[in-house]
């Protein structure tokens, strides 16, 4: 290798053994959290994206793919948001094994492009220095120049990429500037010296270090990324595959031992020489200009951080939320309605009267049909809940959240998960990787469930529309938007109070300070929106067209058969006869007694049944219990009015305003499905301890759902409401 008169370190000669324009590229696009690296990968890739995770690890994995200017096809894997690549966490571990190569099925990327704030340049340059040192060519994607400028800084690029001895795009993502100048120096790097380590390791930091490079380098690390493993190790232990290397653990401790011994604190020393480079870096190539003041952030977090108004404010706006879910909806829902029933309808008039009639629109269109419908709402729910983490305010409500939460011994950082919980239990449970403390993360896991998650909603909206009635409150909500707000409110509070109950008993320990990033309120970038939007209702739609198409099969079998003899009853009692007569009924009379203290009769038993693989099976199991695959209007729901209806053997209403409410309340409390059941286990340390936690985790969240459905029906019935 060579030196630079400014001591800059490079390679001797351009690399020559990867691919070239004519070629496919993979690049990884990596970078601290808040710099705008998904916006940048969504406006790269386009809709061109799939999700899934990576091989034995709950990890998300993203991909997408463009093609360039000169027809080369990159793909671009999206890593997990990290400040850096210390692997204390399973985000950062799976970075640094991607980067490493050491990821299963996982290809070494061509190319690393670097995604750093040029607002927060120091923050951002300690993984960047990190990231240059692994023998990858490297591209600095400096993002959001314009807040930058806005901020007072100006950043000399063309200095800032001969000293770091990488290539430097300005770029605003979130306008599409810079793309075309990224993406051709995307397909110019592989052909470029490789960066190096900036700075020199003191004599006695090499000398230690140098048996654990070598160790690394018998393992098949990449002889160009030993030294930064080597350098990282000093202060943190190894992880992942790296810590199965036989004598590695010990070659660091002696390590440690030696740079101790010869006065220098061992687990300090890559932060020191890293952060004494990037002030060096900063004093160069940053420039500071205006007299500074408030910026337009900070008067807005005067308001909506304020000790008083901020929580109000925070309210108001998750009402406001909720409304929306069911009155924006409720037109789209109606169209979705129709359609199905259209379909249900083709179906019935292309076929001849028979099972397989039956099995097509009373068991899969009725039941997928149900489910389907609540589409908009999910949708909505979902965009708004985008729209609050791209404009910056979902880390304002956690900040919010940071005094309700210490009264339970965790903080702030806790609600972030929860929050998440509100759109799914896993990735939920997966955020709770932020939280450094074990017992804040296991109180947070086992909590997050509580939060009231999209595949409940078809629950709430079908019992709410059904027997709550629209009244208008306060001019502005009505009665049905607010039920649905005090279901999200009742797991909530519950949450915390759950959380409080553990954090004082099993999971007894100290509370901790809440440190978090503040990001600087922006308007969201709409093909992000779009782009987030679009895959997460997606997956609700695979499950409807995977797990909940599977389970309506099966259950209008179970329903069907065997077969009754009903040829000398009216149609309803026919319906009536046979259902109670099939392996269904006979399951939902066999379950009866536990549930009738609820209020809930056996066809509501063999809908709970049946939603512990979902909980929005419950209503795709109703639909093929009634039947009702084609009788919705514009105006009405059919399975809906055969809810209104139902009757007992007595005559009285099988359905009533109370146990609907009973009903809810069970499922804003139960443990009803089974990847979230799968998610805890693996997340909670795997094997017999993680099975004994969700196993754990599901019988005290149904007694608890139990206990506050027999408590909703039985006071209500003391209060003389109708049960």
């Known amino acids: 290798m060579t030196q630079s008169e400014s001591g800059r370190t490079l390679s001797e000669a351009p690399r020559t053994d990867l691919p070239t324009a004519a070629r496919s590229l993979r690049i990884a696009l990596i970078g601290n959290p808040n710099t705008g690296k998904s916006t940048l990968f969504n406006a790269l890739t386009g809709m061109r994206q799939r999700v899934g995770n990576y091989a034995g690890v709950t990890v998300e994995r993203i991909e997408g793919r463009y093609r360039s200017e000169s027809g080369t096809e990159v793909s671009v894997l999206d890593l997990p948001g990290a400040y850096s690549l210390s692997a204390t966490s399973p985000d950062e571990e799976i970075a640094l094994e991607v980067l490493l190569g050491l990821a299963p099925s996982v290809p070494v990327p061509d190319v690393v492009v670097l995604v750093v704030d040029a607002s927060n340049l120091e923050r951002n340059l300690f993984m960047a220095s990190q990231v240059m040192e692994l023998g990858l060519p490297v591209v600095i994607a400096l993002n959001q120049v314009d807040a930058a400028e806005v901020s007072g800084l100006r950043i000399d690029a063309v200095e800032l990429a001969l000293t770091l001895g990488a290539q430097v795009v300005a770029t605003v993502a979130t306008r599409g500037t810079g793309l075309d100048v990224l993406r051709r120096a995307v397909e110019r790097a592989p052909e470029l010296p490789l960066p190096k380590r900036q700075f020199a390791l003191p004599e006695l930091v090499e000398k230690a270090l140098a048996p654990v490079e070598q160790l690394l380098l018998q393992s098949g690390i990449s002889p160009a990324a030993t030294g930064m493993e080597a350098l990282r190790m000093l202060s943190v232990n190894p992880s992942g595959h790296l810590s199965g290397i036989e004598g590695l653990s010990e070659a660091v401790t002696r390590a440690r031992e030696e740079v101790q011994a010869g006065g220098m604190h061992a687990r300090a020393v890559e932060a020191e020489l890293r952060y004494g480079w990037i002030s060096e870096v900063i004093n160069s190539t940053v420039h500071r200009f205006g007299a500074g003041g408030r910026t337009l952030t900070d008067r807005i977090d005067a308001v909506v951080l304020h000790r008083v108004f901020g929580p109000l404010i925070f309210v108001v706006l998750m009402a406001l939320v909720f409304q929306s879910v069911f009155t924006w909806a409720e037109p789209l829902m109606r169209v979705v309605e129709r359609l199905v029933g259209v379909l249900a309808d083709l179906a019935a008039g292309a076929l001849p009267e028979g099972q397989l009639q039956s099995l097509l629109v009373d068991g899969v269109i009725a039941g997928v049909g149900s489910v389907i419908v609540f589409?908009?709402?999910?949708?909505?729910?979902?965009?708004?809940?985008?729209?609050?983490?791209?404009?910056?305010?979902?880390?304002?409500?956690?900040?919010?959240?940071?005094?309700?939460?210490?009264?339970?011994?965790?903080?702030?950082?806790?609600?972030?998960?929860?929050?998440?919980?509100?759109?799914?239990?896993?990735?939920?449970?997966?955020?709770?990787?932020?939280?450094?403390?074990?017992?804040?993360?296991?109180?947070?896991?086992?909590?997050?469930p509580l939060m009231s998650c999209s595949a409940r909603i078809p629950v709430y909206t079908l019992l709410i529309g059904s027997f709550i009635p629209a009244t208008a409150v306060a001019g502005i909500f009505n009665l049905q938007g607010l039920t649905l707000l005090a279901m999200y409110f009742l797991g909530t509070a519950a949450a915390l109070v759950i959380a409080g109950i553990f954090k004082k008993t099993l999971l007894r320990g100290p509370s901790h300070p809440m440190i978090m990033e503040l990001p600087p309120y922006r308007l969201p970038d709409l093909q992000s929106l779009f782009l987030v939007v679009t895959q997460r209702a997606g997956l609700f739609l695979r499950r409807a067209g995977t797990v909940i198409f599977a389970l309506t099969i099966v259950l209008w079998a179970l329903a069907t058969y065997p077969r009754v003899?009903?040829?000398?009853?009216?149609?309803?009692?026919?319906?009536?006869?046979?259902?109670?007569?099939?392996?269904?009924?006979?399951?939902?009379?066999?379950?009866?007694?536990?549930?009738?203290?609820?209020?809930?009769?056996?066809?509501?038993?063999?809908?709970?049944?049946?939603?512990?693989?979902?909980?929005?099976?419950?209503?795709?199991?109703m639909g093929t219990i009634y039947g009702v695959g084609s009788g919705a209007d514009e105006t009405s729901s059919a399975l809906r009015d055969r809810l209104i209806n139902e009757t007992r053997l007595d005559g009285t209403p099988a359905y009533t305003p109370l146990i609907a409410i009973a009903l809810m309340v069970f499922y804003v409390f139960a443990m009803m499905c089974v990847s979230t059941n799968a998610i805890v286990a693996r997340e909670t340390g795997g094997g017999w301890t993680g099975a004994r936690w969700a196993i754990f985790q599901f019988v005290w969240m149904f007694i608890l759902a139990y206990s506050a459905a027999l408590l909703v029906y039985r006071t209500g019935l003391l209060l003389g409401f109708a049960g």
């Not at 956690?398 to 799914?424: E, N, T």
């Not at 379950?591 to 063999?606: C, N, S, T």
Request: glycine content about 10%; hydrophobic content about 50%.
């Open 375 to 448: 589409v908009p709402q999910i949708v909505i729910l979902f965009t708004f809940i985008g729209i609050l983490e791209a404009t910056g305010y979902m880390a304002r409500a956690a900040f919010i959240m940071d005094r309700f939460m210490r009264g339970v011994g965790l903080h702030g950082r806790s609600f972030i998960p929860m929050l998440s919980g509100y759109a799914c239990a896993v990735p939920g449970i997966m955020a709770t990787r932020t939280i450094d403390n074990p017992k804040d993360r296991l109180a947070t896991i086992m909590v997050v």
């Open 565 to 621: 003899e009903t040829s000398d009853l009216s149609p309803e009692l026919a319906q009536e006869a046979q259902l109670a007569g099939s392996y269904l009924g006979r399951a939902g009379h066999l379950v009866e007694p536990v549930v009738a203290p609820l209020g809930f009769d056996w066809k509501i038993g063999v809908s709970i049944i049946s939603s512990f693989a979902a909980r929005e099976v419950f209503v795709a199991t």
